[in-house]
Each structure stands twice: as C-alpha cells, then as structure tokens.
C-alpha cells in the first residue's frame, strides 16, 4: 500500500536537493507547495470513469497515474487471469473507476467496477435504442433464468422462447442474444427477453418464406411436433402439416416410432392457402408412387420374399418393397394348423416367402399366401381317399349338427346328423356317440378348395328306402302300426324304421275332420302305397284307396259302422267328444 504522507515526504526532498539542501526554507513556500498538491488531486473525482496508464506493478498492486501526476492503485487480483498471471504491463493504458480513498489518503482503482459501470451505460442504451445484449445463461433461479451481460440479469420463464419451455436447465450455460426490457440501475436489477428477440427472427424468415413457397416447391424444415396423425414442420416462421397418410407410401401407424422432433426433413408442397399461411406438404411425393405398376410387378400366383413388420389377431403384414406391404391373412398361414394368434408362429423382423393371392392397386393391398408356398395336403387326402373309401377315425368333437372324425393328422372329416342314420331320426349326435370314440365312415366328397370333408356312417350300410321302393311299388298294399296323429293325418310305421303318411284327405272317402275322430298311436291298419321319394326319405300311403281294392279288406265305411256298435262306454267317450259320424246312405 502507498503511503501518501511518504509521497510528500520524497518530493519535498527531492526539491531540496535540487534547491541545494536548502534547510531554511520558508513555511510559505512549504504552505504553497501543499495547497498545489491539494489541487492536483481533487481534479480526479470519486466514482468517475478515467483512463490511466500503468507505472509500477507490485504482487498485490498495480499503480496507476490518472494524470496530473495523482497515482492509485488497482488491486493485482483483479488484473490477474484463471492462472493467477498479470495480463497487464507497465505503459499499458487501462480503464478504471476511481472508487475511494483509503485510510492514507491514497486512491483505490477498480477496473471491475470501471466495467460494470460501462455494462450499465450499454444496458442504458440498449434499452434506449432497442439494441440486442449478448449474454450467458448462467443458473436457474426461481421464476426463471441468472444471465450474465457483464452484470446479473434475470430473464423470466416467459420471456424464454416463444413457446412455453418445460425444462429450462437444458439452456444453462448457453449464450444468446436478449432484449432489455428494463433496467433499474438503484436496484441492480435488469430484465431481459429471448423471446422478442426470436419474436423478430420468426418474423423476418416467415416474409422470407412466403416470398418464396408455392405449390410444388422442395423446401427444408424442421419436426416440430409429432401427433398420431401427422407431423408439424417449421418452414421458416411458418408451419406446414405433413399428414400421415403422406410420409409414405406403405402403412405408417404412429409417426413417432419413425421421426423425432427436431430433425430436419425435406418435403413438398402439395397445397398454401397464403391467406390462411396453411401449408400441406407431403414426403411420399418425393418418390415414385410403387402402386403404379403394382400388377405388373407382382403378378398373382407368383412367389415373393419379404419382411414382417407387423403382427395383429388377424394377420401378418409383410412389406415386399419401401412403401408395399401384403396381409397373410391368418386363414392362409397353414393348410391344416388353427393359429391362435400370428405371433404364435411368426415373428416381427422374420424373413419368409410367400404367394400373391391378389392384388387391389385402388385400395394398395396385396393378399398373401403362407400355406400355398407348401404341398396342400387337401389334394393328397383326395387322391388317397376317393369317394365310397371306408376309413376308421376317433370322433374328436360333437356338436348340434354332427361330429368330427379325425382321419389325417390336422383333418377332420364330418359326419353330418343327417348322415347318421337311415332309420333313426337323431335330435342330437350325443344320444349315439361319444368324443374319443372309434368309429368307421364312408368318405362321401372333399373339397380341396373350400377345405371341406364330408363323411357318411349310415351309407355303410344299403338304402332301405331303396330297398322298400324294390319291394313296393307305387299301388301295392302295406300294412303297419300308426306312430303319430297330426292335424294334416297319420303317420304309419311300415317297415322298421321307415314310416308313411297318410294325409287326412287320404283316410276317407267320407268327410273327416281329424285323424284323431277314428284312429289312434299303436292301431295297426293297411294302406295302399301312392308315391316313394327315396331321395326325401318320404311314402305317401292311402287307406281310403284300399275300399275299392280287389283285395276284399275292410272300408273305411265298415269300419266307421263297427265303431257304432261297440260298448256303451265307447260311444259314451265319443259323445263327450263330440264326434259327429256320417251316414253313408243320407
């Protein structure tokens, strides 16, 4: 530290050795000498800004002459760089602020401070002249950002981006422009804006990019938001939607597993509304649309390879070309294996061949074929089992309308309720058989293309329609018990199960108005045959037909007669219900 009192002391004496060691000098001159060194140094005023030139450099100080030979000194530490080195040296000028004097009287310099000054006279007029500050973000502070601009500026979270920003750490230790919004030098306090600045830079790319983009136009932007239905870009101070029907030519289901915000794209301009500033832009129209000659490139039936890229309940999409995918339908993956679920047998990224089953270039899909790239084994069960083949097979499942016998590994044949019996009339399989069992079928067709095998058990055994249409033909007389009474006549059992009708208009040459009034379930009778449907299974029998046979059997009539001669109780129950018989003479 300098001394001032000794400073005094060194010049007077040197001014006496000059005056040749004048001991003697008068106080008057010594007055007059003081009073101009008085002088010399309040022509420097505290807290002003002066440029200096440096004179002398110790280890803690630097001196430094502000003129009318007055020196002060700067603390070394704030002329020393990150490695605690000097960067000054003696002659160099330097702006300092003259901050105080200290307790000697000598003059305390700062060039910190001489800086900080200078920062609030360019705050002052940045925030006059609307100029731009540079600045670095320093921290995060509550409400917002610490920015250094020379001085502690606070930039609130609203002032940050033109859009609201979640995370504001990410833009510590960054340096940006800012805007002063104002300042207040009292305080220490200056609020700055990035956003205005950013405001001021959209706005200037957005004239620059109207003037330019049309209709058809290759233009460069960057994802600015990505939504499950198309991506948002920044041209430039205006944004352009890219729909996702328009990023490819093949399927695209989320967006985001292809794209991240922040890239930068190239796509075109299918339609601006410059009123509106609405631009429509589209990637796929970068390239050439693969639908085109979609038919020429895969004709049906041929054998292609491709890639699995997606897995559903219903299938498997397999893209064959960037932008072409084909659907394995879950139906065409095995010939004889129910699949469950696709991913049971395929996986994501799985490299396969498969068979163009058809082709719809309107509404771009390709049906493929897994199981046609293998023998069908529809055509083999053909060959090995033509029609009227008895095969042996364990019953694997009854349901309502038949059940299913396994013949083949992965086929079942189906024995259909109506192919059970001749004879007896099955309601359900289950009276009859049972899952696990073994029986033996006739094969009656295979279907290779619908897949279809159709068994038989009662065709092990001959027609007995058939048989009873040999045996009977049309105007013979049969004989049987009746086994049910209709509205519309009775059914008679003539031979084992095999049974007729006669139709109420077939009992009497008289008027009957129920079959029920002279007939009853159990009562045997003879009836002349009128039709055999073998095919229909259906006899159409006539007992009014036999009153003019040659065979002498009893009428109708005679028969009605006898009725009213029997016991008393009889006529009594038809009294009670009310049966009306018909004289065959009135």
């Known amino acids: 530290m300098v001394n001032d009192d000794n400073l005094i002391s060194d010049q007077m004496e040197e001014k006496g050795d000059a005056a040749g060691n004048q001991q003697n000098q008068s106080n008057e001159d010594m007055m007059g000498f003081k ?5 010399s140094l309040q022509s420097v005023h505290l807290g002003e800004l002066v440029t200096g030139k440096i004179v002398q450099i110790n280890s803690d100080v630097v001196m430094v002459d502000v003129g009318w030979k007055t020196e002060g ?4 530490r704030e002329l020393k760089d990150e490695e605690g080195n000097i960067t000054v040296d003696v002659g160099d000028e330097i702006e300092v602020m003259v901050e105080r004097r200290d307790q000697e009287g000598n003059l305390v310099l700062s060039r910190d401070k001489a800086a900080k000054m200078k920062v609030w006279d360019d705050v002052k007029s940045a925030c006059e002249n609307h100029l731009p500050v540079k600045g670095m973000v320093v921290e995060r502070v509550k409400g917002g950002l610490s920015v250094d601009i020379g001085i502690t500026a606070f930039l609130p979270g609203s002032q940050v981006d033109i859009r609201p920003v979640r995370d504001l750490d990410k833009f510590v230790g960054q340096t940006f422009m ?4 104002k300042y207040d030098r009292k305080r220490n306090n200056v609020v700055l804006s990035r956003r205005s600045i950013l405001e001021q830079e959209r706005e200037e790319e957005k004239k620059e990019t109207l003037a330019n983009i049309h209709e058809g136009a290759i233009v460069e932007g960057v994802i600015k938001n990505i939504t499950d239905y198309g991506l948002f870009i920044d041209l430039g101070g205006i944004d352009g939607l890219l729909h996702v029907t328009d990023i490819s030519w093949g399927r695209i289901t989320k967006p985001s597993e292809s794209f991240s915000k922040g890239d930068t794209i190239t796509v075109k301009v299918l339609s601006f509304d410059r009123e509106k500033e609405r631009v429509s832009l589209g990637l796929k129209q970068l390239t050439e649309n693969p639908w085109e000659n979609i038919s020429d490139k895969y004709p049906i039936g041929g054998i292609v390879e491709g890639k699995v890229v ?3 309940d219903y299938g498997a999409f397999v893209e064959l070309d960037p932008g072409v995918e084909g659907l394995i339908h879950v139906s065409e993956m095995f010939w004889t294996r129910e699949i469950k679920h696709p991913s049971k047998v395929l996986t994501q990224g799985q490299t396969l061949k498969a068979m163009i089953l058809d082709v719809n270039k309107d509404n771009k899909r390709i049906s493929l074929g897994l199981k046609q790239t293998t023998d069908n084994p529809w055509e083999t069960l053909k060959q090995k089992y033509p029609e009227g083949t008895i095969v042996k097979g364990v019953i694997r499942n009854v349901t309502n309308f038949g059940i299913f016998v396994g013949v083949e590994d992965g086929i079942d044949g189906l024995v259909h309720v109506s192919d059970i019996s001749w004879k007896q009339r099955v309601k359900h399989p289950s009276e ?44 013979s007389i049969v004989s049987g018990k009746i086994t049910n009474l209709t509205e ?18 077939e009992l009497s040459h008289k008027r009957v108005k129920s079959a029920s009034e002279i007939f ?18 259906k006899i159409r029998l006539s007992i009014k037909d036999t009153e003019a046979s040659s065979e002498g059997s009893h009428s109708v009539s005679q028969y009605l007669n006898n009725r009213e001669n029997i016991g008393s109780n009889l006529g009594k129950a038809l009294v009670d219900a009310d049966v009306k018989l018909i004289d065959p003479t009135k």
Request: net charge negative; glycine share 8%; aromatic share 10%.
């Open 310 to 312: 997606n897995l559903t």
């Open 432 to 475: 009859i058989y049972k899952k696990g069992q073994e029986i033996e079928a006739v094969v009656l067709n295979i279907d290779v293309e619908n897949e279809k095998f159709s068994l038989g058990i009662k065709q092990i055994e001959k027609n007995p329609w058939e048989e009873f249409c040999d045996k009977y033909s049309a105007g």
């Open 520 to 537: 009853s379930v159990g009562e045997s009778i003879s009836a002349v045959v009128k039709s055999v449907d073998v095919k229909g299974r």
């Open 73 to 76: 000194y700067i603390l070394a």
């Open 178 to 181: 800012f805007d002063v919004l």
């Open 35 to 39: 009073e101009l060194y008085e002088q």
């Open 488 to 505: 519309f006549g009775v059914f008679v059992e003539v031979e084992e199960g095999i049974e007729g009708l006669v139709h109420i208009s």
